[in-house]
């Protein structure tokens, strides 16, 4: 089982739609969850995080945690053409001494004008 | 400059080459990190250093070599490197807070490294 898993995709949604990404972890100790999404020859830019259970909305974009399932998902609304990019989920891992920080491997998002 | 800043933006070197990749921050930030993205698989952490201390090594070939010497800075040395090293080397760095917690990662824009 994968650390961290994410449907690769491409994700298509037409512009003005909801898109829905999906994120599974594998580590029950895990304390911190984030979203980076990444433009095709860029850096990863980090967009939202979030540490307790429940939502967390910030503009357009909504973070969703369930520490139980072990489920985290990013739901952007009014989907725009410059949202087109990979977006990366990420979890603070256990490791001896603290956390790391451990990536899926992203899932492509295609928002169609 | 602000940010993460990372030299040089692209290189190409022969498998007996000795080159460095160089990455700066002027965040404030505590940690800094060394992850490989290679196409179609998720970052991997190579090194992580929490105040100049070598704190991870996942385990990656001694042909990769860091150093940090100060908070701000830290380097990739490469020697003898293998095509299969062609990847994107991030650099990134965070303030680690309570409990070790990693904290939000800034990466620069990364090192296009191509081995032939």
């Known amino acids: 089982q994968k650390e961290v898993e994410q449907n690769s995709g491409p994700l298509s949604v037409p512009e003005g739609a909801i898109a829905s990404l999906n994120c599974t972890y594998s580590?029950?100790?895990?304390?911190?969850f984030f979203w980076y999404r990444q433009y095709s020859g860029k850096s990863p830019e980090l967009i939202m995080f979030?540490?307790?259970?429940g939502d967390k909305e910030d503009g357009r974009f909504t973070a969703q945690l369930n520490k139980a399932s072990q489920y985290v998902s990013l739901l952007i609304r009014d989907s725009q053409p410059s949202d087109s990019a990979t977006y990366l989920c990420?979890?603070?891992?256990?490791?001896?001494?603290?956390?790391?920080?451990?990536f899926g491997a992203g899932t492509r998002l295609f928002v169609k004008a | 400059e602000t940010g993460v800043t990372q030299t040089p933006r692209h290189l190409v070197m022969g498998m007996t080459n000795k080159k460095s990749l160089k990455c700066e921050q002027h965040?404030?930030?505590?940690?800094m990190y060394w992850y490989k993205q290679s196409a179609k698989k998720p970052l991997e952490l190579m090194f992580v250093?929490?105040?100049?201390?070598?704190?991870e090594n996942n385990s990656v070939p001694s042909r990769f070599s860091p150093e940090c010497p100060n908070s701000s800075h830290l380097f990739l040395h490469l020697h003898t490197l293998q095509p299969e090293d062609s990847a994107l080397y991030l650099c990134?760095?965070?303030?680690?807070?309570?409990?070790?917690?990693?904290?939000?990662?800034?990466f620069g824009e990364g090192s296009r490294l191509t081995v032939l």
């Open positions: 990134a760095s965070s303030q680690v807070k309570n409990r070790g917690l990693t904290g939000e990662l800034f």
């Open positions: 580590d029950r100790g895990s304390q911190s």
């Open positions: 979030i540490y307790s259970n």
């Open positions: 990420a979890v603070n891992k256990r490791r001896t001494g603290g956390f790391k920080t451990i």
């Open positions: 965040l404030g930030h505590n940690a």
């Open positions: 250093y929490s105040l100049e201390e070598r704190v």
